[in-house]
């Protein structure tokens, strides 16, 4: 199922990257390093389900991939990697979570699937906003790559669930992210 966001991010979220650019940078790669981390979290914790095993761990390498190429951007800027901090919007989101190991395996998926959408759009107005030239071929390409692991989250959870359960729950945690990406404070940072 292909679904959009309900909330569109607004044009102040842009120019705020842009006239930081160095500090979206910075937590860009904290958000590569956390989304491999959580992949190979999904690995351990459901080594029963071999197709999403084999899903996570090619998201894990690609998501590594993507932290590797953004920490050379920083290195070739005269930066370094920022210690991990708290996503606001990833803790607001997972709050919206259901417990219990299948319902959890689900909601992981979708809002697993709706931070991918979420990355998708903002890494696509970043590449929208700058020159041409290979940082702008960087941006579209990671967000092409946003796009893919959108999709693959929601196949996942049809693959686990009935599809109308996934359908309305999908629409529940979409309602529920445009809420919190509506109230979320504009700065230079992905989410």
């Known amino acids: 199922m292909n679904f959009e966001l309900e ?8 120019d705020a990257v842009i006239a930081d650019f160095d500090q979206f940078l910075v ?15 999904m690995v351990a914790h459901y080594p029963d389900r071999p197709e999403l095993v084999s899903a996570m761990i090619d998201l894990a390498l ?4 993507h932290f590797r190429a953004v920490a050379r951007l920083l290195a070739q800027r005269g930066l370094i990697l920022g210690g991990d901090q708290k996503d606001p919007y990833v803790n607001q989101i ?5 417990t219990g190991r299948d319902g959890f395996l689900i909601d992981q998926l979708l809002v697993g699937g709706i931070i991918e959408a ?9 590449a929208d906003a700058l020159e041409s030239g290979d940082l702008k071929r960087f941006y579209r390409s990671i967000t092409r ?19 109308a359960l996934v359908d309305r729950r999908l629409r ?3 309602i529920a992210e445009a809420d919190i990406v509506r109230d979320l ?3 230079a940072a992905l989410h």
């Open 145 to 163: 790559s946003e796009k893919n692991h959108k999709f693959l989250f929601v196949e996942l959870a049809y693959r686990y669930a009935d599809a």
């Open 118 to 126: 979420r990355g998708a759009e903002r890494f696509g107005l970043v």
């Open 172 to 174: 529940e945690l979409v």
């Open 27 to 41: 937590d860009h790669a904290a958000a590569e390093k956390k989304a491999s981390s959580m992949a190979m979290t």
């Open 62 to 65: 690609e998501e590594l991939t």
């Open 94 to 98: 997972r709050k919206h979570m259901r």
């Open 185 to 187: 404070p504009i700065r």
């Open 7 to 14: 909330f569109a991010t607004p044009q102040a979220w842009t």
